[in-house]
């Protein structure tokens, strides 16, 4: 019999010790080894080692192939689109062939808090891949073409999913199975029977192998159902669909190696308490990680929300309110035009408060000394709270228009017109320049209803006219200011 030899693994980069140390000698982590067996004998490649991979070329060893000659023996990849536009546009893809979704035979990983939505979007999601409607959006021959999902889940029951899946209206989709099972052997003996192109399992770290004496979630129980789930999914062409639990640090638990062995990690954002929700990509093979979807949670689940999130300001009426600017910012290749709120309140010289949330705080103890030295204002002894609307993150240079124009309007007590928009950087010396793709800022804000917009002078005259868009050039930052009413 083989020696077990304890090993620590780091939860952080996934390296390997001999001996327990207080600090990771690879990454530099705190009290982030964790102790593991490793069985020398259960180390084989999944390729050889493994009963249940099925490959074309039975356990023949891979050849290199020339990559011209497997351009022309092979197909191209046909994605497999959801009909939810926004989650298509996180998982990649291009506009013009409507070749939008996941990638056969790919491993997507989606993280985020408790009770955010992740389970409720993923079961939409399986709902519409098995349902034969939603092929009627792809541009192809096979109309009545249809998928396979298996929605395996490790935390609730076959019922408890049902009870779900009627309120999300997905209870009638022939091709939806559901397992309620956490063992790796008998979910890929599933797979093999059911043969679906998409696999979902909810969540991985409740997933175990039975010959591991780890338990669930730990480190090398997760390391090796996730490799062994990224083998099948690369062998047998099934696409895979994780989720994962986040740390209290608002990252993903387990060993960073897990993000590097998928093909995609997403993260789903937001406040619970509150309705918006967005799903980012911070990882993708196959796509940008610059697109984010944006939804709003609803008792018959996510409804997605192409058009934005800050009509709330114009909806507002002709009502002015002191210290919100809404700005137009760009994520990937959309524009969303987010509402940026400012208060100031009475505070103490040499203890005042900069708070913000949704943007970067070293931004904004940069803008706040600007508006002293080049502004006019004095805001030693008074406290600045800054914050986004909707739960968006903002940390383009774009927004320090927005920002500077919402502490001054909160501060004197002005605003600008509810149909007001503001672009541009500020500068250390109070000069304002100009901001990337402002033409597309411009235009989308101009279709949500948006008939001004404050812009640097710099560059403002190249821009085209744009139909119902009045442009306010202004060369510094005082200037903008008395733009204030």
């Known amino acids: ?205 409740m997933i175990y192998k039975a010959d591991l004496e780890a338990a669930p979630g730990s480190v090398t129980q997760l390391r090796r159902c996730c490799s062994e789930l990224v083998y099948f999914a690369k062998a047998t062409g099934v696409s895979i669909v994780l989720v994962g639990h986040v740390t209290k640090e608002g990252t993903l638990a387990g060993p960073r190696m897990l993000e590097h062995m998928v093909d995609a990690v997403l993260y789903f954002e937001g406040d619970r308490y509150h309705s918006a929700r967005i799903v980012r990509a911070i990882k993708n093979r196959f796509g940008t990680t610059l697109e984010l979807g944006i939804f709003e949670m609803t008792g018959q689940g996510l409804q997605q929300l192409p058009g934005g999130m800050s009509v709330a300001a114009i909806q507002g009426g002709s009502e002015h309110r002191p210290g919100a600017i809404v700005c137009p910012a760009m994520h990937g290749s959309r524009c969303v035009c987010v509402e940026i709120q400012a208060l100031t309140a009475t505070g103490f010289v040499g203890s005042a408060k900069r708070k913000s949330s949704g943007l970067d705080s070293s931004r904004l103890a940069m803008l706040i000394a600007v508006l002293e030295q080049h502004g006019g204002l004095r805001l030693a002894d008074r406290d600045v709270f800054t914050s986004v609307v909707g739960g968006l993150k903002i940390v383009e240079p774009a927004a320090d228009l927005a920002i500077a124009l919402a502490i001054a309007g909160a501060h004197y007590k002005r605003s600008l017109p509810p149909t007001t928009i503001a672009i541009g950087e500020v500068g250390l010396g109070g000069e304002l320049r100009s901001a990337t793709q402002l033409e597309q800022r411009l235009r989308e804000s101009a279709r949500l209803g948006y008939t001004h917009a404050i812009v640097p002078a710099a560059g403002s005259t190249k821009l085209a006219k744009i139909k119902g868009m009045e442009l306010i050039p202004v060369k510094n930052l005082s200037q903008a200011i008395e733009r204030l009413m």
């Open 1 to 205: 019999m083989s020696k077990i030899r304890t090993i620590y693994i780091c939860t952080s980069c996934g390296s390997t010790h001999n001996s327990w140390m207080g600090k990771c000698s690879d990454c530099g982590s705190w009290d982030s080894l964790e102790e593991s067996q490793f069985d020398k004998s259960a180390a084989v490649d999944p390729h050889r080692g493994s009963s249940w991979v099925e490959t074309k070329g039975g356990t023949d060893t891979p050849t290199a192939t020339s990559i011209t000659e497997i351009m022309s023996s092979s197909s191209p990849l046909r994605r497999l689109p959801t009909g939810i536009t926004e989650f298509d546009r996180v998982l990649g893809g291009t506009d013009a062939d409507e070749c939008r979704g996941l990638v056969p035979g790919s491993v997507v990983l989606v993280g985020g808090e408790p009770g955010i939505g992740k389970s409720t979007l993923l079961l939409q999601a399986a709902g519409a891949w098995a349902s034969p409607i939603n092929m009627d959006a792809m541009n192809t021959q096979q109309a009545d073409w249809t998928s396979k999902v298996l929605y395996v889940s490790s935390e609730e029951s076959a019922q408890q999913i049902q009870l779900r899946a009627d309120r999300l209206g997905v209870a009638d989709a022939d091709g939806l199975f559901v397992l309620a099972d956490t063992n790796l052997a008998r979910i890929i003996e599933q797979i093999r029977k059911i043969k679906p192109d998409v696999c979902v399992i909810d969540s991985i770290q």
